[in-house]
């Protein structure tokens, strides 16, 4: 059995990066001995297949070629944009596959069939459901971010994410204030390594937190999101399960939350109530009204 998300966790990622993750896992994780039912015949291929393999891949490759090495000069150049863009593709393309909607629940049934853990929201594994759900959320931004990159290039560049999404931050790019957030600590190994460099992750810990509070005043409410899931998870934040219900309730009333479906929202909610009484739901809830409140005044965190 393994426990896909125990780097995550000290990384602060949103679960739809855990899952993301997961389902990586699960796509390389040896098939379980029950049979499988027989795979339809193909249709008559127009080119002989090892060919068309061949030119499929061949034409990625260039493709992939091509968008890094455009994105490695405009950063050479200073574009901020460009900064932006690589350092998130870094971050976020490294588990990165395409995949339908259909396949994920596919993919999900086999993943637990073959006894793979789920990925943890506020130390409670997900259950089913929930994490297919927030997979074919995230599904389409992943294929739009991801697309024409190969992510065997990403695997040595680690290490450049921070920096990068920090310059493009301090130069006022939103989105990588948000996934600065989500990708301060990429290329640490694990708890030591960041204790060893204390001194640097207290000053990430810091930025990250300044660039949530400038998006909140900014009016992306995805930087609630964030901030629930620093709660939930840490480190940006100390663990709080109250308030990691709060902010993720208080995304939900806005009309980025509102995009997500009833489902999705309910089942993620439930996740993180678990660990509430019912005096500190009250409270959570009480605290999110609160937030979405002075968010749609345009007040960061205090």
Known sequence: ?????????????????????????????????AASPA??????PSVPPVAAAAS?????????????????????????????????????????????????EETVVDGMAAGVEPPLIAGKPVSPELLVLMLQQGQPELDRRCAGIDRRQLRDD????????????????VEAMLDYSRYAFAGYGGTDQMLADADEVARRKEKARAYLRESLRRGDARALLLLGDAYASGPLEKIDPLQAYAYASAFFQSPAGQEWSPRLRELYL??????????????????????????QAGTAPR
Do not use: K
Request: with cysteine; charged share 20%.
């Open 158 to 173: 680690l290490d450049r994410a921070p920096a990068l999404l920090e310059r493009a931050a301090d130069a006022g790019s």
């Open 39 to 44: 795979a339809p015949a193909p249709a008559a």
């Open 1 to 33: 059995m393994r426990r896909s998300s125990v780097l995550l966790a000290a990384a602060g990622l949103l679960l739809a990066a855990a899952a993301c993750v997961w389902l990586a896992g699960v796509r390389t994780a040896p098939a379980p001995a």
């Open 56 to 104: 499929a891949s061949a034409s990625a490759s260039n493709l992939s070629a091509d968008r890094r090495a455009d994105l490695d000069r405009r950063v050479a150049a200073g574009d901020v944009d460009a900064m932006a863009e690589l350092g998130g593709i870094i971050g976020v393309c490294r588990h990165y596959s395409p995949i339908s909607a259909q396949h994920i």
């Open 270 to 295: 439930q996740a993180l109530a678990q660990q509430l009484d019912a005096q500190q739901l009250i409270q959570a809830r009480e605290n999110a009204a609160q937030i979405s409140r002075d968010f």
